[in-house]
């Protein structure tokens, strides 16, 4: 196979005699040629242009997926820094365990859903109850049951909020 193509290079290069390979080859099959490498090529920048798409939204789904089940255990350890205690050592292990775990989901551009004060958004909030307050504004968040969170504008776990009016 190798000695076949260096035959048709050899018979190539004694046709041409220097000459440029355009004008060897027809002018219509050149521009035949030259139309399918130029429609190709676009394929293949489109190519990956969709398979580096298609893989940050796999890794984004995976990663929304795993901070899912592990938001119970930062629910627990925010509950467990609530606790009255007399031992202040463990407290303070304890807080250090949660700002370290708090710091991780951080780095990986999760964020806590805001709501006390914010206005309801069925988007973002999961409404449990409602209260009438005339102090408050309508449609305005009074209080939260359960924290959620975000990555980017990909919602992981909705809040769990009392609404006014």
Do not use: W
Not at 16 to 33: A, I, M, R, S, Y
Not at 55 to 60: A, E, I, Q, S, T
Request: proline residues 2%.
């Amino acid at each position: 196979m190798e000695e076949e193509n260096k035959e048709k290079v050899e018979e190539m290069e004694e046709t041409t005699n220097g000459e440029n390979c355009k004008d060897v080859v027809p002018k219509q099959d050149f521009e035949d040629l030259e139309d399918r490498y130029k429609r190709i090529l676009a394929e293949f920048e489109n190519f990956k242009k969709r398979s580096s798409k298609e893989r940050d939204g796999l890794y984004n789904s995976i990663l929304s997926d795993v901070v899912e089940v592990i938001l119970p255990v930062l629910d627990n350890l925010e509950n467990a820094v609530k606790v009255q205690t007399g031992d202040e050592e463990y407290k303070k292990g304890i807080e250090l365990v949660l700002k370290q775990f708090q710091d991780v989901l951080k780095s990986k551009g999760v964020e806590e859903i805001k709501t006390v004060g914010e206005t309801f958004d069925p988007e973002l909030h999961e409404a449990v109850s409602s209260v009438q307050d005339d102090t408050k504004g309508e449609k305005e968040i009074v209080q939260e049951y359960r924290k959620g969170y975000k990555i980017g504008s990909r919602v992981v776990r909705h809040s769990m909020v009392v609404v006014a009016n």
